[in-house]
């Protein structure tokens, strides 16, 4: 694990995204993220395909939304301070949640990404955020569905469900989850809390 920006290394790029993250991730001791992002960009790709977004900008977000797994917690607010970034309180207080943000800047200045949409939903893919882009939710939701964890997720067949009516729905449907249980979260990110409202607004006019 790197302890500090400064530490951090890549080694060159072969213009193949995947390839680049996959190698990376390991080499950082990282084998499960790695994993996990070829499993979100490729989930990531189907349901942009589905919703009419950009299956490659979807694909490439899928990979690049973890890269920041490299740096343990207990550093991550020191590296999000190092290179400029806001830090909420309440990422201060549960720091596991700015890994989004700082896997954003790293998709800038490692890798080389361009593209502010890929920014954006790299930046928001563990919260979302109210006025979410097309490719913002996509990511979301490819990557609560692809979820990092053992086992399958509680709420799949849920948001599997809800995926067929609209990716709105879906967003909503994880978000719903985490909302219903706001009480026992370290705690409510206020991202997450705009893009529950926004959210539930935007299915209550369909």
Known sequence: MINSYDELRVHEL??????????????HHCPKTAEHVLKVGDEARRIAVLYDADPVAAEYAGYLHDISAIFPNHVRIQVSREVGLDVLPEEQQFPMII?????????????????????????????????????DKVLFVA????????GSPPYLRDITEQLH??????????????????ES??????WLQDAYYDLRDAIRLK
């Open 99 to 135: 890994h989004q943000k700082i896997s954003s800047y790293m998709a800038r200045d490692l890798f080389g990404m361009t593209d502010p949409e890929i920014w954006s939903a790299v930046g928001c893919h563990t919260t979302l955020k109210a006025e979410a882009s097309l490719l």
């Open 143 to 150: 990557d609560k569905i692809e979820w990092d964890q053992t």
């Open 185 to 190: 979260l370290a705690v409510v990110h206020p």
């Open 165 to 182: 009516i609209s990716l709105d729905h879906a967003a909503f449907q994880y978000i719903q989850h985490l909302w219903n249980q706001r």
């Open 14 to 27: 072969t213009g193949n995204l995947r390839d680049d993250v996959y190698r990376f991730l390991r080499e």
